[in-house]
Nanobody, 126 residues
């Protein structure tokens, strides 16, 4: 059974920073075989793509609204993917999810991802 567990969410003031982590585990799950992504779903909104990182860490992709504020990274030794979020805005308030897509799938579409975490709440106050 594969598990993705996000952590690091919370309440932060506008302009602040948070670092989200997503730890992957599972007997049949080889982290290095997966491209990893972060998505979010705000109140009353559809889930949207934030960022993705290749299994080799050689390529990343960001949604336009990130605009240099967020950075995705991974540590295969720890089976963990991170999302560093800086200059947070109230409109960044959402539940943040990590997801895994078996390579070579490289996508911004949530339907392309096989495994999902339960999400972590990020709330940015003005």
């Amino acid at each position: 059974q594969v598990q993705l567990v996000e952590s690091g969410g919370g309440l932060v003031q506008a302009g602040g920073s948070l670092r989200l982590s997503c730890a992957a585990s599972g007997r049949s799950f080889t982290f290095s075989n997966y491209n990893m992504g972060w998505f979010r779903q705000g109140p009353g909104k559809e889930r949207e793509f934030i960022a993705a990182i290749r299994w080799t860490s050689t390529e990343v992709n960001y949604a336009g609204f990130v605009k240099g504020r967020f950075a995705i990274s991974r540590d295969d030794a720890k089976n963990t993917v991170y999302l560093q979020m800086n200059s947070l805005k109230p409109e960044d308030t959402a539940v943040y999810y990590c997801a895994a897509a078996l390579r070579p799938i490289w996508s911004t579409e949530d339907g392309s991802y096989t495994y999902w975490g339960q999400g972590t709440q990020v709330t940015v106050s003005s």
